[in-house]
């Protein structure tokens, strides 16, 4: 790849807004749409969740489009028909919600079908958008890549359920229609304009004679696990991923239970969390960057040590759940936050890094794998933790003991997902290069 082919910051920040529509559609999706189904119609919450990890599921496919647009050497077309897919899936999901106020079984089968869309628009747009940063991207400029497009992602979870919200009071069932269908519509025309020329014709591609064939997808997923260095890779991202997702859904029960937050209380804990995330982002962006013209920390250094400092913010939550309302329970929650934000940026940095490494135009099919992997742990994690806390309830009569027990659990993924990372073939995954640079010789 020459120099002229490299994405410099302006087309990066592009691709944010696309990861920004992607992110503004999800939200409304698997938030809002959720919160409508529990409340304004009375549906278990089962109902909701089983969609959501529905949509997780379909995500396994993540390998098979990579494959796709690693075929074409194109990424474009595949982020734009994942996209549209999305936004109709939104839109679907939204009709579906309406449909069960008066027909629940029929609606439940066109939110199927919807959330069946978002997995796979998710899924081809997503995979694609990563496959290409990943080529395009210079390796020093890979880590600040990720954290601009995460936090542009971010921005368009914010965005949309601030602007939503206001629009959707009081409910009613045209309204969530009409905000669904406006969502999806601005953020495909955005898509379309930030795509526009942005990968030029070639895609930084191989030519076409060394590309893979549409019938060698088995093969080239098959090589790709071949690979050491993927393979510890892909069981890093479930496990660390499993261990971020798991106490997503415990940690404001743990609150209010334990702790003696107020609804109010706990849900702020969400800010506080992300909050928290964001400068761990940030921090983590300097992984990949020069100052003053030495390096500034690796990936590898970043992955691990988030890993083992978040393990250590869940040993928190551990003696916070002995302690009581005693613990300075909001600054812990936010110290796991940065430590979740430092090693999820660089993670994906080290993802971007070794995505390129393979030959064979296969970055779409290792950024699948990987991204399948993470899929898989979200929505298992949730699942896992909330099935532990009850478990451990069964078992402990203290609440807070119970809930100590499955945070030193997740505590030991993380510990676990660190040894992987430093590992010798992990470390040099999370390093991002075979080459001989000083990025490297830093990570070593």
């Known amino acids: 790849m020459s120099g002229s082919d490299d994405f410099g910051w302006i087309k990066v920040a592009r691709l944010g807004l696309v990861q920004a529509s992607l992110g503004a559609i999800v ?72 449909w069960m106020g008066t027909r629940p079984f029929a609606g439940t089968m066109l939110a199927v079908l919807g959330f069946l869309m978002i997995g796979l628009g998710v899924s081809a747009s997503g995979t694609s958008l990563l496959a290409l940063l990943a080529k395009r991207v210079t390796p020093t400029r890979r880590a600040g890549a990720a954290t601009l497009v995460w936090i542009m992602m971010i921005i368009g979870f914010a965005v949309t359920a601030g602007i939503a919200g206001k629009l959707l009071d009081p409910y009613s069932p045209e309204r969530l229609l009409a905000v669904a269908a406006g969502v999806s519509a601005i953020a495909m025309t955005l898509t379309l304009l930030a795509l526009w020329g942005v990968e030029g014709r070639a895609g930084g591609g191989v030519e076409d004679e060394q590309r893979a064939t549409p019938r060698e997808f088995r093969a080239a997923l098959a090589e790709v696990w071949a690979d050491a260095r993927a393979r510890r890779f892909a069981i890093f991202v479930f496990l660390s991923m499993l261990a971020y997702s798991a106490q997503d859904l415990i940690l404001e029960p743990f609150a209010g239970s334990v702790m003696g937050y107020t609804p109010g209380q706990s849900t702020s804990l969400s800010g ?11 921090l983590a962006a300097f992984a990949g960057s020069r100052w003053r013209g030495r390096q500034v920390g690796s990936l590898r250094g970043w992955t691990v040590g988030g890993c083992i400092a978040s393990a250590i913010a869940m040993a928190g939550l551990v003696a916070a759940g002995i302690s009581g309302p005693s613990w300075p329970f909001a600054a812990n929650v936010w110290l796991l936050g940065v430590a979740n934000g430092a090693f999820s940026i660089a993670a994906i940095g080290s993802m971007m890094q070794l995505a390129g490494e393979g030959g064979r135009d296969r970055e779409g099919v290792r950024m699948g794998l990987w991204g ?15 099935a532990a806390s009850d478990i451990a309830r069964l078992v402990f009569d203290s609440p807070g003991a119970a809930y100590a ?27 991002g290069s075979r080459a001989t640079t000083p990025q490297v010789e830093a990570a070593r």
């Open 27 to 98: 939200v409304l999706t698997v938030s809002t749409l959720n919160r409508v189904m529990v409340v304004e119609l009375a549906l278990p919450a089962l109902l909701p969740g089983a969609l959501v990890a529905l949509h997780y599921l379909v995500q396994m496919t993540r390998p098979k489009m990579g494959h796709g647009s690693d075929v074409g050497g194109r990424r474009t077309p595949w982020i734009l028909g994942g996209m549209a897919t999305l936004a109709l899936g939104g839109v679907t999901a939204a009709l579906a919600t309406v």
């Open 272 to 282: 506080v969390q992300h909050g928290g995330v964001l400068v761990g982002m940030l």
């Open 372 to 386: 399948a992997a993470q899929a898989i742990a979200f929505g298992f994690g949730g699942l896992a933790g909330t």
């Open 405 to 431: 027990c499955v945070f030193a659990l997740e505590g030991t993924v993380f510990l676990i997902a660190a040894g992987i990372a430093a590992g010798k073939e992990g470390a040099r995954a999370a390093s």
